[in-house]
């Protein structure tokens, strides 16, 4: 069954520093999303694409935040000067355009010391 | 602008018993509904939809939601729980027909199976 992937699952970083997580969504879907969670607290929206643009994007998505799709299957999420509050758990979804079901990968974990 | 309530952030309960975990939503239009589960170490998991049709929708493994209209809540049930279920279960709403909007999600809800 094809599943959504995400690397790494665990990456540690500085503050201050640039961080890059990746996602490959499923091959034949058209919309992809990155949310977030904050231990102990809710799964937030923080952006979704289409179209190799951003559709939507949440308040937590400020100029800090980017996201790209380089090539055909890879869609990245990059925080330029990473802050203490940026640690959480990131997950990145994909959906086709025939079903109203979003998938998830497993998650990175992000922490920021 | 839509929100969603979890009433419980953790729900204990022995292994056969049954359980219900409670989802309320507010919305000013009409939602598509979502149970994601989350195991230890895991991602999101799609447990069951509620799209249109029958108000009662039901996954493989046992689980089972009624959307109800006038209480606007989409509470999840199981009559007899497994030490698998273990999990955290996260109710999520999503506007109808607009798009690429993202999922709202509740709180989470912690279910502890306990043999």
């Known amino acids: 069954e094809p599943e959504v992937t995400q690397t790494p699952s665990h990456q540690v970083t500085q503050m201050g520093q640039e961080v890059i997580l990746r996602c490959v969504p499923i091959?034949?879907?058209?919309?992809f999303y990155w949310y977030r969670q904050i231990l102990g607290q809710k799964v937030e929206f923080l952006v979704s694409?289409?179209?190799?643009?951003?559709?939507?994007k949440s308040e937590i998505f400020d100029d800090q935040f980017s996201v790209e799709r380089p090539d055909g299957s890879n869609f990245t999420l990059k925080i330029r000067s990473t802050k203490l509050e940026d640690s959480a758990m990131y997950f990145c979804?994909?959906?086709?355009?025939?079903?109203?079901?979003?998938?998830f990968g497993p998650g990175t974990r992000l922490t920021v010391t | 602008a839509q929100s969603v309530t979890q009433l419980d952030s953790q729900v204990p309960v022995f292994e056969e018993a049954p359980v219900e975990l409670r989802c309320n939503y507010s919305s000013s239009v009409s939602v598509y509904l979502f149970w994601y589960v989350q195991y230890p170490n895991q991602g999101l998991q799609l447990l069951l939809k509620?799209?249109?049709?029958?108000?009662l929708v039901e996954s493989i493994n046992g689980f089972e939601a009624e959307f109800n209209k006038s209480q606007t809540s989409f509470h999840l049930r199981k009559p007899s729980v497994h030490i698998s279920d273990t999990a955290e279960y996260f109710c999520?709403?999503?506007?109808?027909?607009?798009?690429?909007?993202?999922?709202?999600f509740g709180k989470g809800t912690r279910l502890s199976v306990i043999a």
């Open positions: 509620y799209l249109s049709g029958s108000t």
């Open positions: 091959s034949n879907h058209l919309y």
């Open positions: 694409f289409y179209n190799n643009e951003i559709s939507e």
């Open positions: 999520a709403v999503e506007p109808r027909n607009s798009g690429n909007t993202p999922l709202v």
């Open positions: 979804a994909s959906r086709s355009d025939r079903f109203n079901e979003q998938y």
